[in-house]
């Protein structure tokens, strides 16, 4: 069965501070894996992934992921928080074994970068 | 993103009501999506289609229905809404043939957010 968990609802964080948003995953086979965010109103954006290769993983707005297979856990980190990065977060995995495309997704982490 | 529209955006209607969601994607992909949003929930997928003719249930597809009208549209139907089926709907489009290393990202649209009273 695949899973994804995200044990913390809520991060805070100070602006300039890093972040890291924690994501672990169960499959029965080899993972792909995936973050998402979400902006108030709008719908999930890509972030970035991991397939196969480094463990560091580089996406979008200066994020980047660390694959740790040992620990089954894909955590989103950056190095310095903007405000701008409040947001919903959401992993996801799927098992790349797998000919369906489904995604299966945590229940989400809000970010929340004061000032 | 644009590429992956909604429509409507925001919906409230009365318990009994038959209601559609409608997505239309430019992306060119073959695979489509439903999901619904819940607070604390994270997403959960009601249906998917890999092709006109390819539809299949996802984990909560009682009480919905869906339409591939075509390679770019997929529409989902509530047939009676309640009340618990008060959410935000998203669609996703992939398609392995694009994403790096046949990963088959998914992309989304934003989202309907419906009221069942």
């Known amino acids: 069965a695949q899973s994804v968990a995200q044990p913390e609802d809520q991060v805070n964080v100070a602006e300039g501070n890093p972040l890291t948003v924690k994501c672990t995953y169960s499959v029965s086979g080899n993972p792909y894996l995936f973050w998402y965010v979400q902006y108030p109103n709008r719908g999930l954006q890509f972030l970035l992934k991991?397939?196969?290769?480094?463990?560091l993983v580089k996406g979008s707005y200066g994020f980047e992921a660390e694959f740790n297979k040992s620990q089954t856990s894909f955590h989103l980190k950056k190095p310095s928080a903007l405000v701008s990065d409040s947001a919903l977060y959401f992993c996801a995995v799927r098992d790349r074994g797998s000919t369906l495309g489904r995604l299966y997704f945590g229940r989400g982490t809000q970010l929340t970068v004061w000032p | 993103d644009a590429d992956v529209t909604q429509t409507p955006r925001n919906r409230i209607t009365k318990t009994g009501k038959r209601i559609m969601l409608e997505c239309s994607q430019t992306?060119?992909?073959?695979?489509m999506y439903w999901y619904r949003q819940d607070p604390g929930l994270g997403l959960r997928l009601i249906y998917y289609s890999f092709d006109v003719k390819d539809i299949n249930k996802g984990e909560i597809s009682d009480g919905y229905s869906v339409s591939r009208q075509a390679q770019a549209k997929f529409s989902l139907s509530l047939e009676s809404a309640i009340p618990n089926q008060t959410a935000l709907y998203f669609c996703?489009?992939?398609?392995?043939?694009?994403?790096?290393?046949?990963?088959?990202?998914?992309?989304f649209g934003p989202g309907t957010r419906l009221t069942v009273l």
């Open positions: 996703a489009t992939s398609d392995p043939a694009f994403s790096g290393g046949g990963t088959d990202t998914q992309y």
């Open positions: 992306k060119g992909h073959d695979r």
């Open positions: 991991y397939i196969t290769g480094d463990n």
